[in-house]
């Protein structure tokens, strides 16, 4: 035959070669219509339609061991109250006939499973329902199910334990206003435009939602903080005069044409900040002030509730946690409420040139306040102490070891037990798992009372005999049980968590993974999140969602908090997270590793990847990805320009590029402060000449966290190193994701990670549908 009969044959051979060789890939594409749709259902808004996770919050009644707890899954929105001593569970109201009313009231159409609120508060001794809708007050009795809107109280006010009084701010001054009467009594009169009583920060979210654009006319609950007995309160005038502002400007107002600007107060580190001088009222016939024996106060956050004002018992004194700037010390402060002499019951300094950690340290008082716990990592591990409150003399220290004390979760005073929620305690288990312990406060051995290797969360009774139980890992679905506290058996299964429908989508759970950091020694913790129907004979694009803010770790524990990864894992990715060097609730060295050195964590990140390849060969360490908020927004970034052979796209979103321009209390927290060259050393701009891939930044108009000024300053950067990038400046979007594009954003972001790491275009006419909460 010849030649040239036989070449198409030949051809044919080699084509049919190539086309077997190509099929598969063809096959298993994935960053297509139908996954992007399938994605959008592991989106918490659409995911609670499919699932009922196990993770329940009580609200105890006070009176008695009865709780309630709101469910919310496939059968709709659920309030349901647990009654101990009956030993009964059951919906708290017939929801049908509440919905049936409420909507007769309204005018508006209401479904039983998807009422339009999440909180209730039972009134009239239990007859009676309260609820907010949007900015009405209802209240409704379940005898006969007729529901009323309530009068809205003139301003926003904070009531006396005994509901007697109720405290309000007018024109810059407090005023108590008699409940029972109406007579309203005049506290102070020299309240003025920044420097006035019982104001916190506003927020600009809160300037935005109210209409305000200076933030000293926004409308806020007042800050005061009431005795026991209801007969004192203790509050501060706050001078922000000297303090730094910044504007916002939001271009697209609801209900203007023009762009608004806003100016709020917002210190960057290093300068001055609002001081606050601390006042105690004594409420009778006649009203008597004491101002407290202190010098002004440096307010380093929004808000007051970092001091944590506790009253005694009995009412004549108030204890308060204040934090020295640079976080070099934390007192434990006690005001005599009748003279406003002030004493310090306990001071913790720092351990060389570091910080003590807010975060960590937490303080109950016991015994009425005559004695008081406190938290310290002084040992190198956050542990417990008890103190003598008269003399501040440390009485003992309750626990001991190299692993961490997370959490105090209630004192009993009448057995003379704290109970606490620790992590690292048991061999073997991972460091950041928490389980509930219970030690005596006269000193004894601890016990543990959830025995489950699983990550738990405790609500105890206000007596404290019961408390309410979540645990789950990310490979374990668990549930909530409630237990008793006097040896942790369950005494009742409240909610599981059912996986039918992630097993139905051929869903593998995530895979915790143990590996080490670039040190070689040090033990760090990650997690894989593999897409369903997950093939091990392919090699997928890994793709890294960042978080490296020192004041907590980050890598989920529990199986409800990896959907939104499983969500991006779905496109045709593997999701990873570390907790690297620097993250907290580990030893306080390990913390340290990011002190002054915020830029310089990442190659635990990098080392901890090529680990995970190694063992995992359907990691494709060729294709990275990395993505994240606010702080991740900054980590990705430096991450991304650090090592920039390694990660190949990045998606950031409301990046705090540079420390300089943002929050004093956070970064000279962790930064250091005074303020050095650090600061700029390990700014984002200072590494745009590394950019080698492709990099989207995201920011939002009005973000009052994080200023879009940090972004522009490395968009200034970029350009003028002529790199290429991509960007969106959002209207209307506060910090992260939010806003009304808040799913415009997260499309884009797959998009990006699609388009650059899978090489397929993604589909246009895509858009994400995410049901909301309280949507129909």
Known sequence: MPETMKSPGRHAGTLLAILLGVLPAIGFAQGRLADYRHAEQFLSGNLSSHIQFADIEPHWFHQDNRFWYLGQGPAGKRFIQVDVARDTQAAAFDH????????????????????????????DGGNGLRFDIDDVHWECRLDDYACTPEPREPQPVSLSPDGRHAAFVRDHNLYVRDTA?????????????????????????LMVEQGVTDGADATQAPAVFWSPDSTRLVTYRMNTRDAGHLESQQFVPKDQLRPRTYRYIYPLPGEPLPTARLVVFQLGPTVRRVEVDTPPL??????????????????????????????????????DAASGQQRVLHREDAVGDYMVDPFSMQWRLVDGGRQFVWTSERSGWNQLYLYDAASGRQLRRLTEGDWVVREIVFVDDAQRQVYFLAAGVQAGEDPYQTRLYRVPLDGGEMQLLTPEPANHQAFMSPDGKYFVDNYSR??????????????????????????????????????????????????????????????????????EYIYTGPHNFFVPKTLARTMDLQATAELGFVVVMVDGRGTAKRSRDFHAFSYHNLGNV??????????????????????VGIYGYSHGGYGSTHAFLQYP???????????????????????????????????????????????????????????GNVHPAETMRLVDALMSANKPFDMLLVPNMAHGDSGPHARYITQRRWNYLVRHLLDVEPPRDFRIHEASPRQD
């Open 96 to 123: 049908a006939r509440l919905a049936a009313a409420l909507s007769r009231a309204s005018g508006k159409t209401y479904r039983a499973d998807a009422l339009p609120f999440d909180a209730i508060e039972f009134v």
């Open 181 to 205: 009467t109406g007579k309203v009594v005049q506290l102070t009169g020299d309240g003025e435009p920044e420097n006035d009583y019982a104001t916190p920060w506003p927020w600009l979210e």
């Open 298 to 335: 440096e307010v380093q956050s929004w808000g007051w509730g970092e001091l944590g004002f506790s009253w005694s018992a009995d009412g004549r004194r108030v204890l308060y946690r204040y934090l020295g700037r640079g976080a070099k010390y934390i007192e434990l402060r006690e005001i």
């Open 474 to 543: 990310v490979d374990l679905p668990g549930g909530s049980v409630l237990r008793r506290a006097s040896d942790g058996r369950i005494l009742r299964e409240l909610e599981r968590t059912d996986t039918h429908w992630l097993d139905a989508q051929g869903w593998t759970p995530p895979l915790p993974f143990k590996g080490k950091a670039a040190d070689g020694k040090t033990d760090l913790y990650g997690l894989i999140v593999r897409p369903t129907h997950f093939d091990p004979a392919r090699r997928y694009p890994v793709v």
């Open 602 to 623: 990442f190659e635990d990140h990098v080392a901890m990847l090529r680990q995970m390849a190694a063992r995992h060969p359907w990691m494709d360490l060729d294709r």
């Open 645 to 703: 052979d390694f990660y190949k796209v990045c998606v950031s979103t409301s990046g705090d590029h540079d420390a300089r321009l943002d929050k004093a209390g956070w970064n000279e927290l962790f930064q250091g402060y005074p303020v050095g060259k650090d600061y700029v050393e390990q700014a984002n701009q200072q590494l745009v000449d590394r950019l080698k891939g492709h990099l989207l930044l995201i920011h939002g108009d009005i973000d």
